[in-house]
């Protein structure tokens, strides 16, 4: 039967992990795409791969690829237990992860292209007057590629919000605990609640499309 809880519960943590999981994919999306954007190295084009590894890879595997990494016996899993004292499997906080890593390469990808688009010539004329790389990178070129940016990062954002199966993985579907709105969408069609399913759908339905249609006011070229 449907009650308040059964929506605002899935509603407050999904925006709780779709927000903290956008945030972790910005910050090191952005660090990514301008270290390859703008370095050449061996292996480059390999490390490239693997950072955009999650946007064709299947959920689940995903999910499997974090159990062995974070889970309890997993690589780091038992260093966060000894020396932060928490487990992030069966938590928000695992959740969390799950949809930075899911959510990561659209953050990657399009602030690559936006970071690549800036004139090099402005930049160029930066570090002439004096200006540090660091300085460059947040006076000329974030400045000139935020369009991009900010357009991937909405999509991020989107992603996070809809994870479902890498989190299912890694956080389950716990209700009152992990349970966000694609997996409260799951629990509602198997127990017969149309009503809560429809009502969830169309929630993250809305936002999503709100989203497309904001990224394709930013990415639309300038007339």
Same mark, same amino acid.
């Given at each position: 039967?449907?009650?308040?809880?059964?929506?605002?519960?899935?509603?407050? *943590?999904?925006? $709780?992990? #779709?927000g903290? %999981?956008?945030?972790?994919?910005l +910050?090191?999306?952005?660090? @990514? /795409?301008?270290?390859?954007?703008?370095?050449?190295?061996?292996?480059?084009?390999?490390?490239?791969?693997?950072?955009?590894?999650?946007?064709?890879?299947?959920?689940?595997v995903?999910?499997?690829?974090?159990?062995?990494?974070?889970?309890?016996?997993?690589?780091?899993?038992?260093?966060?237990?000894?020396?932060?004292?928490?487990?992030?499997?069966?938590?928000?906080?695992?959740?969390a992860?799950?949809?930075?890593?899911?959510?990561?390469? *659209?953050?990657? $990808?399009? #602030?690559?292209? %936006?970071?690549?688009?800036?004139? +090099?010539?402005?930049?160029? @004329? /930066?570090?002439?007057?004096?200006?540090?790389?660091?300085?460059?990178?947040?006076?000329?070129?974030?400045?000139?590629?935020?369009?991009?940016?900010?357009?991937?990062?909405?999509?991020?954002?989107?992603?996070?919000?809809?994870?479902?199966?890498?989190?299912?993985?890694?956080?389950?579907?716990?209700?009152?605990?992990?349970q966000?709105?694609?997996?409260?969408?799951?629990?509602?069609?198997?127990?017969g609640e149309?009503?809560?399913?429809? *009502?969830?759908?169309?929630?993250?339905?809305?936002?999503?499309?709100?989203i497309?249609?904001?990224?394709?006011?930013?990415?639309?070229?300038?007339?």
């Amino acid at each position: 039967m449907m009650n308040a809880a059964s929506f605002l519960f899935p509603l407050t *943590l999904t925006l $709780k992990v #779709a927000g903290l %999981a956008t945030l972790t994919s910005l +910050t090191f999306g952005v660090g @990514a /795409a301008h270290f390859l954007g703008r370095y050449r190295f061996p292996g480059r084009d390999w490390l490239d791969a693997i950072l955009t590894l999650p946007l064709v890879m299947p959920p689940t595997v995903l999910g499997y690829y974090l159990i062995v990494l974070i889970g309890r016996r997993g690589v780091l899993g038992p260093f966060f237990k000894d020396v932060f004292g928490v487990s992030l499997m069966f938590t928000w906080q695992g959740a969390a992860v799950a949809a930075s890593v899911v959510s990561f390469p *659209l953050v990657f $990808k399009s #602030a690559r292209a %936006a970071l690549e688009g800036v004139e +090099t010539n402005l930049e160029d @004329a /930066a570090r002439t007057m004096g200006q540090s790389e660091l300085a460059v990178f947040f006076r000329v070129s974030l400045p000139l590629a935020w369009r991009g940016i900010l357009a991937g990062t909405l999509l991020a954002f989107a992603r996070a919000m809809g994870e479902f199966g890498a989190t299912l993985m890694v956080a389950g579907n716990l209700p009152g605990r992990t349970q966000t709105l694609s997996m409260a969408v799951y629990s509602a069609v198997q127990a017969g609640e149309g009503t809560l399913a429809n *009502l969830l759908t169309g929630v993250i339905s809305v936002v999503c499309v709100l989203i497309l249609v904001i990224t394709g006011k930013l990415v639309k070229p300038k007339t």
